[in-house]
């Protein structure tokens, strides 16, 4: 079984990082392990949240799995909540680094052109330097405007997309995966570029004119589970994007406690029958 590494914080309440990311990567057969960097009641959006920092606990975590040899397929990290943290996961990196695993940043630190509560300009760019170790990173498209300098903009044509995909192509990773990309009216998902061969690729779904919490992480978390099961990049991204949709549209219809986060528990027997039928396909 294949064995993923996922670092960021637990919100206790709320649906995001690592309450997703654990039920989502298991439920697609692979092996969840955790490493919580913070304690929160809540994801930042909700108001007096509160949070403890678990980075103290880092190093003495990591220190005893290489004591027990452990390895892992994939790393995969999502929001961390300081710059310290930032540099400690890099060290994670070089220390678990092998010659096949993969390293899978989403740099979960805003949306809608705005950074998250907890953020600022540098911490984007401390979040631009991990990018460069990862062999996959899938920014939104404030991410990546806040990661490369670009203007943010709400309407955009494929040259803005392109353009900030050369940019976080340049940053250092190998693909780069751009999420919440509207490439025509009505339509959304993601456009992404393999930097060693100068391919784009792009998948559409119908869009869907409601936002939720946490939609971001979900798609992280089963893009690397998907990734993990052997399916190509490509349809990785789109199990992700239509997991991620159908997920947001099943919500849509039942709209008690939408802050909540999306009803990704509904629509894991839909995750789990579609990744099967692709890795037969
Ligand atoms: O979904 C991203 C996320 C993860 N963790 C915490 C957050 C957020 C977004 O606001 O606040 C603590």
């Known amino acids: 079984m294949k064995r993923v590494l996922t670092i960021q914080d637990i919100s206790c309440l709320g649906k ?3 309450t ?34 678990l980075a103290d606990q880092i190093v003495p975590i990591t220190e005893h799995w290489k004591k027990e040899g452990v390895k892992f397929d994939a790393i995969c990290t999502g929001y961390l909540g300081t710059e310290d943290e930032i540099d400690m996961v890099k060290q994670i990196f070089r220390d678990f680094r092998t010659e096949n695993n993969l390293i899978f940043v989403d740099p979960a630190m805003g949306d809608n052109g ?49 353009d900030l995909l050369q940019k976080l192509a340049a940053l250092g990773a190998k693909t780069v995966v751009l999420t919440g990309v509207s490439l025509s009216e009505g339509k959304t998902g993601v456009m992404g570029l393999d930097s060693a061969t100068g ?17 971001g992480d979900i798609f992280s978390s089963v893009a690397a589970g998907a990734l993990m099961n052997g399916l190509s990049l ?3 991204m789109k199990l992700a994007a239509d997991y991620t949709a159908r997920t947001i549209a099943v919500t849509m ?10 009803d990704f528990e509904t629509t ?14």
């Open 16 to 18: 995001c990082s690592l």
């Open 20 to 53: 997703v990311a654990l039920p989502l990567i298991s439920s697609m057969g692979v092996e969840a392990v955790i490493l919580p960097t913070a304690v929160l009641s809540t994801h930042t959006m909700f108001k007096g949240f509160t949070v403890k920092d």
């Open 114 to 162: 705005k950074l998250y509560p907890a953020f600022d300009e540098h911490y984007a760019k401390k979040n631009a330097e991990l990018c460069a170790f990862a062999d996959v990173i899938v920014p939104n498209i404030t991410e990546a405007a806040y990661m490369t300098g670009t203007e943010y903009r709400d309407s955009y044509d494929e040259a803005y997309v392109k």
């Open 199 to 215: 391919e784009y690729f792009s998948y559409q779904n119908d869009r869907i004119p409601k936002s939720y919490h946490g939609t």
């Open 234 to 236: 490509a349809d990785s």
């Open 253 to 262: 219809e039942n709209p008690s406690d939408p802050w909540y986060g999306v």
């Open 268 to 281: 894991i027997p839909y995750l789990v029958k579609t990744l099967e039928e692709m890795k037969q396909a």
